[in-house]
Every structure is written in C-alpha cells, then in structure tokens.
C-alpha cells in the first residue's frame, strides 16, 4: 500500500530564512509519481511539481527546490529566502494504486502548516 | 488553465438534512474526486469516478453518495447530515493519459452542520 509521511506538522521561520519540508514515503510499485502541493489560507490546493520515480535529478524553480532520493525514500522540498506569501499547508503526495486500477489515485500525507513571520 | 469550481465556499446545514455539493470543471478531465480534509488527519479520499455514471469507493465513503450524470460535473451527497460531516470538502479532477494522476482542485467548501 502506498503511504505518505510528512513529520513536521507545524513549521515557523523568519522571512528571508530557508526552510526545508520533509517528507518519506512508502510503496512496492517500480513506477510512481511524487507531487507536491500547496494550500494557502484561501484554501485551494496548487499543484507545485510531479516528480518521476525514474528520475533523480534534483529540481529549482526559482526559490523552490526539491531533492528526490530513492535510496532514502524521500523527497524533501526547500523554500530558499522564504516570504510571508509562502504561508501555506504544503502536502506531499504519492501515485499509484494498489487494487490495479489504471486510474491515478494519489495517497496525500497529512501536510506541513509553515508560517513565515515578517 | 485548468478550472474547478465548487457551488458553494461555505454553507451550514442542520442534522439530517440532505446536503448536495457540486463540483463542475471545465476541462474535459475524465477523472473526478471527492476529498474530505479535517485538521491533523490531511485529505481523505471519499468517491471517485473515471467516467460518467461510474463511481468507486475511496477510504471512506459511509455516509455520502456520489452521482456523475455528465462529464464535468460530479456531486457529493450527504443523505443525512451528521455533525461528525462538519469538514471541508474538496473536488479534484485529472485528465486520462499520461498525466493522469496530477490532480487539480477546486476552491473548497467548508460544511457546517448543526
């Protein structure tokens, strides 16, 4: 079965410090996909990355950044300066399905809240 | 840009009640979903459906019911609110392909229930 861990459930740093989100997950599948997502205070989730399982190269989009290590089973994402428009619930999820449906179901873990204070 | 719209952002509803959220998208996404999403416990899948007129069960479905007459729109119906339904409600939709499990949300409806 497919789990998702996301350790640190509250988060709060000082604007212009970097902050780095963890999260572990678990799976037998060989093919899957990792995603983070977003959700500010207004409460719609936004789709940040998918992240192959097949490639481990790490990702930067401007002050975000994300480290995928199969070996470790993590895929950690870093918020580099943070600003307080960060402020968000940021979730990790994992693809897949279990029951051998075709149809992409994604297991979310239970979220960071990060506050960053001006 | 992928739109999904959820009918109501808050509502309140009396115990017993029988309580409809919709949610339309406006991408012809085959994929429709129903989450719940209450603090510490992260977003828990409810129904899905991967066509019109197919539903399947999620992690937790007593108590709700799902109809999905046409492609873009797919309802929650909760037959008989309870308290222990106070959440917040979330619709997601994806496309067939190779991008099918990147899921996009709506808004959000926060339910009350008294």
């Known amino acids: 079965a497919q789990k998702v861990t996301q350790a640190q459930t509250e988060i709060s740093v000082v604007e212009k410090e970097d902050v780095t989100l963890d999260c572990v997950y678990e799976?037998?599948?060989?093919?899957?996909?990792l995603f983070w997502y977003k959700q500010p205070p207004s409460g719609e989730l936004v789709f940040l990355i998918r992240?192959?399982?097949?490639?481990?190269q790490n990702e930067i989009s401007g002050r975000y950044s994300w480290n995928f290590q199969k070996s470790t089973s993590s895929f950690n994402f870093t918020i580099t300066a943070s600003q307080v428009v960060d402020s968000a619930v940021y979730f990790c999820?994992?693809?897949?399905?279990?029951?051998?449906?075709?149809?992409?179901?994604?297991?979310f873990g239970r979220g960071t809240q990060l506050t960053v204070w001006p | 840009d992928v739109k999904v719209t959820q009918s109501s952002r808050y509502l309140v509803k009396r115990t017993g009640e029988k309580v409809f959220l919709e949610c339309v998208q406006d991408m012809d996404h085959e994929n429709m979903f129903w989450y719940r999403q209450d603090p510490g416990l992260g977003l828990r899948l409810i129904y899905f459906s991967y066509d019109v007129k197919m539903k399947e069960k999620g992690d937790i479905p007593e108590g709700y019911s799902v109809s999905r007459e046409k492609k873009e729109r797919f309802s929650l119906i909760l037959e008989s609110a309870s308290t222990n339904q106070t959440s917040m409600y979330l619709c997601a939709s994806s496309p067939e392909g190779p991008s099918t499990d990147t899921q996009y949300f709506g808004p959000g409806t926060r339910l009350t229930v008294l």
């Open positions: 799976t037998r599948d060989t093919t899957y996909y």
């Open positions: 999820a994992l693809s897949g399905d279990d029951r051998g449906s075709t149809l992409g179901r994604l297991y």
């Open positions: 992240r192959n399982s097949f490639d481990e």
